[in-house]
């Protein structure tokens, strides 16, 4: 697999790395972030917003509990925005790019 | 979980269900591995769903002793499923503990409204949540044992009518499928209403907690005996042929005859006791064994009290000639 590029910032830790119950569960966390990245982009890009609502609304429970609160806060914005965008509204993806890149750049940075 | 046996003589009682299980309901594969890890010390059986309906099958399958359940689900959410689970008498008691990403007072007011016992926002703290489920699970522990109780007679310890219709139409029905041996047995304590009439009715409750223990003693583990109502006791033994239903039965009738009953001294206390059984495929209906065990009792009794009337029961068949009595 291709190393993926780190977002803007520096790497992003979990709450809990020194939780010796959680450094495996974080690895698996961490390991499964390409391809949510990739998924959320993907989504995106052809205008999925009801899997990209789904992706979110799992980044949002899960990332703050493996101790991720800035991912999870972010994938909560991008949930917010799609449930109050109109699943025919033209410029839905327009509306939720910005919150979707900040959310990926996150997730970029996430690091074990 | 272990259900308290009401008598310390290890009967009745029910089959042991050893660990408490508890479903785990939300669409984030993350979420499960996390809380798989987190409870791994406590001894529990682990159950897990990633879809609403998916939880619904499973707990009817599986009647989980607590639910942690996510809210916001593709397909029918948490609330529904919540709503499922309280509109049925068999799930209705179990603790649910909301677990969602929701944090606003009005989701939280429609779990409660609905029933859910908890609510935990994520994310969450693993060790806040982890005490959360153990107090549901004690909940649920009490809730049982309140349950097991309501099944129990309070004067005698046996297990109660209801329980016995229960259990019997169970047995019946186990009996049928697998072509086993079954055995019922309805008994009456001869002359009681004299008993209370001339020593009092502190003296008459002695004698049917006295026969209450001969019961236990005399039957076996497998038996289940049950006061069925006033002086009227019934006692079911699976996989029990007649004949060795009639061996228990003529133990439990010798055994009452020797026993001198406080407050009953010079005064013979006696049981008539009328047995079913069937050994082969039989197709009578459960109401139809009783029926037919309360008229062996009457036989009982007619011909003189203190005494077993036996009778093989025959597949749809006039009844078989009675067995010594």
């Not at chain 2, 619904?56 to 029918?76: C, N, S, V």
């Not at chain 2, 409750?205 to 289940?224: F, K, P, W």
Request: aromatic share 4%; charged share 25%; net charge negative.
């Amino acid at each position: 697999m291709t190393p993926f590029p780190t977002g803007s910032g520096g790497p992003l830790r979990s709450a809990f790395c020194a939780d010796p119950d959680m450094r495996e569960l974080i690895d698996l966390f961490v390991e499964a972030m390409p391809d949510r990245v990739r998924s959320l982009r993907e989504s995106l890009e052809h205008a999925r917003l009801d899997d990209l609502r789904r992706l979110a609304h799992q980044l949002r429970g899960a990332a703050g509990s493996y101790g991720f609160a800035p991912v999870g806060d972010a994938a909560g914005r991008v949930e917010d925005q799609l449930r109050n965008i109109a699943a025919s509204d033209a410029s839905a993806v327009e509306q939720v790019k910005a919150a979707v890149d900040e959310l990926v750049n996150l997730c970029r940075r996430v690091s074990p | 979980m272990n259900a308290a046996s009401p008598g310390g003589t290890g009967t009745p009682r029910r089959p042991d269900e050893p660990r408490q299980v508890v479903l785990i309901v939300d669409d984030s594969p993350d979420v499960h591995r996390l809380l798989r890890i987190k409870l791994r010390n406590l001894d529990l059986d682990l159950l897990h769903a990633y879809r609403g309906d998916e939880a619904l099958e499973l707990i009817a399958r599986t009647e989980p002793d607590a639910i942690l359940l996510d809210l916001d689900m593709p397909g029918i959410d948490g609330l529904g499923v919540l709503r499922r689970l309280k509109e049925n008498d068999r799930t209705q008691h179990i603790p649910v503990i909301i677990i969602s990403g929701m944090k606003r007072a009005e989701d939280k007011v429609a779990a409660f409204e609905i029933g859910a016992s908890d609510f935990v926002t994520k994310p969450f703290d693993l060790t806040e949540l982890r005490v959360r489920l153990q107090a549901a699970l004690r909940l649920r522990q009490l809730l049982s044992l309140l349950a097991h109780r309501a099944q129990l007679d309070g004067l005698t310890g046996l297990w109660n009518r209801a329980f016995f219709e229960e259990r019997w139409t169970q047995e019946h029905a186990r009996a049928v499928r697998h072509v086993h041996p079954l055995s019922l047995a309805i008994l009456d304590l001869d002359h009681f209403k004299s008993i209370n009439d001339t020593r009092g009715h502190p003296v008459g409750d002695g004698v049917l907690e006295g026969l209450a223990r001969i019961l236990r003693r005399e039957s076996r583990q497998t038996d289940c005996p049950c006061r069925y109502g006033g002086e009227e006791f019934a006692l079911i033994m699976p996989d029990t042929h007649v004949q060795d239903a009639l061996l228990v039965c003529e133990r439990i009738r010798s055994g009452v005859e020797a026993t001198v009953f406080n407050g009953c001294e010079g005064m013979r206390v006696t049981v008539s006791i009328g047995v079913v059984g069937a050994s082969a495929q039989c197709d009578l209906p459960p109401a139809e064994w009783v029926r037919a065990a309360d008229a062996n009792l009457y036989a009982a009794k007619n011909a003189g009290r203190n005494r077993v009337v036996a009778t093989e029961l025959q597949a749809a068949g006039p009844h078989a000639p009675r067995l010594a009595a």
